[in-house]
């Protein structure tokens, strides 16, 4: 065991506090991996609001990048020094799911005790297989992909989660093909990269739908075509004019709100796709009626990380990135030390921020 900081949410609702905690080191096929950078993102802020349950105490964070610092046995393709992006996918590679190119929805599971113990040696939850709100973090080897090593990484750490989750909902769910109309409800951090993904893959014409004209605006800066406020009368009327007076063919739903899920479909063209991306809070519950769907041909379809295989999606990302098709600086709105995570987290619900990302060397 090895003592580290980390950023502990030990009451739902409550600030996280900053404080020592216990490291075990590598077991076999895992990584040990020193972060420079973790994003904070939505998921993260819910589960610390208790909106999914789970166990406490906890740490939270995936969305992270750094550097190996040591590997447990069986580790043959990283190293120590190699610079990765950290993910909360992880897949066994041989289940159904997995060998049917769904790494995502993995049906393996992980029922460990995980690396974390409290400073006194007591049981802390490595949430969702990450616990990146910390300087350190020992993953399973298939929930890293190596980065060059001149990428920074503030950026790459946002393609662990949030740019994987917007742009594979749309290449990977939506499957959207050249020439189609896009809508993307919520001009987040992951509506942002929906956005993008949606341009890079050709759409016609994307509509971004938020309830904030500033948020809109910016849309437009990542590809969006057009704007709707969604706070207006029926706002798939606007959104009808901005597509040449039909539906769209994908709707990507980005927030986890239910009147945005009951609202999708009214989006939809005949025999369009809504992709359900944001995550209500456990038991929240969105009403339609079948027939409607039925009648014309359209689906309702979950999304969960964009359906990517990392392996095969990050390096793609980083390459667009590279190439400047694909925004990453674009997207951070502030840069934070671990002690400033409550003010981070504070400044992430106000809605105004695309992400802010945690610098451990700060």
């Not at 096929?29 to 950078?37: N, S």
């Not at 090593?149 to 917007?166: M, N, R």
């Not at 359209?298 to 190439?323: A, E, F, T």
Request: glycine share 12%; hydrophobic share 45%.
């Amino acid at each position: 065991m090895q003592t580290i900081k980390a950023a502990v949410c030990h009451e739902f609702g409550a600030p996280l506090v900053v404080e020592e905690v216990q490291l075990a080191a590598p077991d076999m096929g895992e990584v040990e991996v020193t972060l420079d950078a973790v994003a904070i993102c939505h998921s993260d802020i819910s589960y610390a609001e208790g909106a999914w349950g789970g166990q406490l105490p906890a740490v939270y964070g995936h969305e992270a990048a750094g550097v190996i610092s040591a590997v447990g046995s069986g580790v043959s393709d990283f190293s120590a020094g190699d610079p990765v992006v950290v993910t909360l996918i992880r897949s066994c590679g041989t289940c159904p799911s997995c060998a049917g190119g769904k790494p995502t929805i993995c049906e393996t599971s992980y029922n460990g005790e995980g690396p974390l113990q409290t400073s006194d040696g007591k049981p802390l939850e490595q949430a969702m297989a990450c616990g990146a709100f910390a300087e350190k973090v020992v993953v399973d080897q298939r929930q890293i992909v190596k980065i060059p090593h001149d990428l920074g990484k503030d950026v790459a750490s946002l393609i662990s989660c949030g740019v994987i989750t917007g742009v594979g909902a749309v290449v990977n769910a939506a499957q959207l093909r050249p020439g189609q109309d896009v809508v993307v409800i919520g001009a987040g951090g992951v509506g942002l990269n929906a956005i993008q993904g949606a341009r890079i893959a050709g759409a016609r014409r994307i509509v971004a739908v938020d309830m904030s004209e500033d948020k809109l605006a910016i849309a437009k800066e990542f590809g969006a075509t057009h704007g709707v406020l969604a706070t207006q009368d029926q706002p798939w009327r606007a959104s009808y004019k901005a597509l040449g007076g039909r539906g769209a063919d994908a709707v990507l739903i980005t927030v986890g709100a239910i009147p945005a899920y009951e609202q999708a479909p009214r989006y939809l063209a005949r025999g369009g796709k809504a992709i359900m991306i944001g995550m209500p809070h456990s038991g929240a519950k969105a009403s339609y009626e079948p027939v409607m769907l039925a009648a014309v041909g359209q689906g309702l379809i979950g999304s969960k990380m964009g359906d990517v295989v990392i392996q095969r999606d990050i390096p793609w990302m980083i390459d667009l990135y590279q190439q400047g098709r694909l925004k990453l600086d674009e997207l951070i709105s502030g840069r934070w030390s671990l002690e400033q995570i409550n003010e981070a987290i504070a400044d992430t619900k106000t809605g105004s921020a695309k992400r802010n990302v945690i610098l451990f060397n700060r």
